[in-house]
């Protein structure tokens, strides 16, 4: 990321719905008010399943 | 953990247990397992199953599990990886059915023979094989890993569309029947499908991350998708959907048992609307004569 960012703003940045994704940062579950630093590794984890 | 819908924020530990607790207390009120019953749990290798397998034992009831082998190529192999995984953690009996054995071709090729969809298809197979798998093995009780998003994706559907004979057939546990229908229970059925998933993550469940590839386009996916649209701005809206339904539903279903007459069929004896079930019928037409069998997978030790 080329800048800090709440997980809040990063979800609603790619317009997904909070209720249908987590977000980990550097292998650890955050909430939405956590600020991703630049260097963290972010992974977004959509958690719908469906068929 | 954010957890609007109860207006609290939890740590990975205090999560758990409130995770847990949630589940026991739904377990508690609907009677949904007991200490005697033999459980059976039916996995998938995704997280809600996974993750269903790993609370109900932890919460002292043992279970095993039934994972159903659908031919879906990689998809199948690795999903059954995961559950074989969770069997070693948990010490517990896998048993694992192959849709291959009996028709000689997996659920795509199936679904090309009978011109059904896949979804449809597989749905008809895994209700009748997992509860042919508790019945003829020896389990009082089939647990699935429906959670209240799959509940209220599903009410959402029938009442858009006016499926009024699915309408009411919703609930979270159903009794057993004779000596043909388990009971089955879905002690998730009041948990959000984000909290199954972090309940899988903060416990390192290791579940199937990609989708079913058959899943593309499922209506489901979009009434999920709104349905937390609404979630996300209105809290608790899908628990209260569903606490509503299931408030309703109780008499509703009961005036519709007592309405209809209940036919069996004359092969296994699993309800049916003709003289065979779905099942049966698919056999006779498209079976190589094998017999529905299980092979058993014993945990290596840990």
């Not at chain 1, 940045?13 to 972010?42: I, P, Q, W, Y």
């Not at chain 2, 609007?4 to 377990?27: G, M, S, W």
């Not at chain 2, 009677?31 to 269903?52: C, H, I, N, Q």
């Not at chain 2, 998809?75 to 953690?89: G, I, N, Q, T």
Request: some cysteine; charged content about 30%.
């Amino acid at each position: 990321m080329d800048r800090r960012i709440t997980v809040a703003r990063l979800l609603e940045r790619f317009s997904l719905s909070k209720e249908a994704h987590l977000v980990t940062a550097n292998g650890t579950l955050v909430t939405e008010d956590r600020m991703l630093e630049r260097d963290d590794a972010v992974r977004i984890i959509r958690v719908i399943s469906g068929g | 953990m954010r957890l609007p819908q109860y207006n609290t924020a939890l740590c990975a530990d205090d999560f758990i247990a409130f995770f847990e607790k949630r589940v026991a207390h739904t377990i508690r009120k609907y009677g949904l397992l007991r200490g005697k019953d033999k459980s059976l749990v039916a996995v998938s290798g995704g997280k809600d199953s996974l993750s269903l397998w790993h609370v109900v034992n932890k919460l002292g009831f043992p279970a095993d599990g039934i994972y159903i082998d659908l031919g879906i190529d990689r998809y199948s192999e690795v999903s059954f990886r995961k559950a074989a995984m969770m069997a070693d953690r948990l010490q517990r009996r896998l048993y694992s059915f192959s849709l291959s054995e009996i028709f000689s071709s997996g659920v795509s090729d199936l679904a090309r023979i009978t011109k059904r969809p896949a979804c449809s298809l597989c749905g008809t197979i895994k209700r009748y094989v997992m509860n042919r798998a508790c019945t003829g093995c020896g389990y009082s009780v089939l647990a699935t890993g429906h959670n209240l998003d799959d509940e209220a994706s599903a009410l959402l559907g029938n009442i858009l569309h006016w499926k009024e004979e699915y309408l009411w057939k919703k609930a979270v546990v159903l009794e057993a029947e004779g000596g043909s229908l388990a009971k089955k229970v879905k002690p998730f059925f009041l948990c959000s499908e984000k909290e199954t998933a972090a309940y899988a993550l903060v416990n390192h469940i290791d579940y199937v991350y990609e989708e079913c590839p058959y899943s593309k386009g499922a209506k489901t996916l979009l009434y999920k998708d709104l349905l937390n649209r609404i979630e996300d701005v209105s809290p608790a809206t899908k628990i209260a959907f569903v606490k509503g339904y299931l408030k309703r539903a109780r008499e509703e279903g009961a005036k519709e048992q007592a309405e209809k007459g209940k036919a069996s069929c004359r092969e296994c004896g699993y309800p049916s609307h003709g003289e065979r079930c779905n099942f049966c019928r698919l056999v006779e037409r498209f079976g190589t004569g094998s017999a529905v069998r299980f092979r058993t997978h014993e945990p290596h030790p840990s």
